[in-house]
T-cell receptor, first 115, second 115 residues
Framework: DTGVSQNPRHKITKRGQNVTFRCDPI?????LYWYRQTLGQGPEFLTYFQNEAQLEKSRLLSDRFSAERPKGSFSTLEIQRTEQGDSAMYLC?????????????FGNGTRLTVT | EDKVVQSPLSLVVHEGDTVTLNCSYEVTNFRSLLWYKQEKKAPTFLFML????IEKKSGRLSSILDKKELFSILNITATQTGDSAVYLCAVSPKNSGGSNYKLTFGKGTLLTVNP
């Protein structure tokens, strides 16, 4: 069990640029989640996948954000035309779905700074 | 909308003290309440509680859930400097398969343990 892996660890970008983050979940986990965390706040749910299907998206996920999980394994989160308000830690988590009531396990996150 | 309120928001204690962290919640179709510890990076899983009155214990940490009053507590006895972290409480509703899926987090309690 190598845990949830996220890349890059840090990303600094200029306003208006596009960025893409990658998440590799724990290998046997079929559910994958994206969260955003800002300073002094708990993580906020953005979206989740069961296998390759994106089953729910938060209203926090504007149309500049898109997430994919093309083969039901790794996932990418893309932010287009970044804004300073997008600066945050982006956390990925995974869990077992179905009848297993497993907890979510988080990666170390990608810290995005938009200048 | 699901909601989690944690108290206190911050706490400073001396090594050896015992602390109690509080979490109250509102969730539609409750499935689980989870506690996480967050240092500089990933929230790490501590406990998952699904039934009232059953204490979960791991070393010096323990937690219990009251589903009637909609709250949980996390106790840490004989605190050590390594316990310094943000402790996050989260709740999950039940999805159609009956398992956890997305989590709603509180803002966390920042615990500082001084030597």
């Amino acid at each position: 069990d190598t845990g949830v892996s996220q890349n890059p660890r840090h990303k600094i970008t200029k306003r208006g640029q596009n960025v893409t983050f990658r998440c590799d979940p724990i290998s046997e986990h079929n559910r994958l989640y994206w969260y955003r965390q800002t300073l002094g706040q708990g993580p906020e749910f953005l979206t989740y996948f069961q296998n390759e299907a994106q089953l729910e998206k938060s209203r926090l996920l504007s149309d500049r954000f898109s997430a994919e999980r093309p083969k039901g394994s790794f996932s990418t989160l893309e932010i287009q035309r970044t804004e300073q308000g997008d600066s945050a830690m982006y956390l990925c988590a995974s869990s077992l779905g179905g009848t297993a009531n497993s907890p979510l396990h988080f990666g170390n996150g990608t810290r995005l700074t938009v200048t | 909308e699901d909601k989690v309120v944690q108290s206190p928001l911050s706490l400073v204690v001396h090594e050896g003290d015992t602390v109690t962290l509080n979490c109250s919640y509102e969730v539609t179709n409750f499935r689980s309440l989870l506690w996480y510890k967050q240092e500089k990076k990933a929230p790490t899983f501590l406990f998952m509680l699904t039934s009232s009155g059953i204490e979960k214990k791991s070393g010096r940490l323990s937690s219990i859930l009251d589903k009637k009053e909609l709250f949980s507590i996390l106790n840490i006895t004989a605190t050590q400097t390594g316990d310094s972290a943000v402790y996050l409480c989260a709740v999950s509703p039940k999805n159609s398969g009956g398992s956890n899926y997305k989590l709603t987090f509180g803002k966390g309690t920042l615990l500082t343990v001084n030597p």
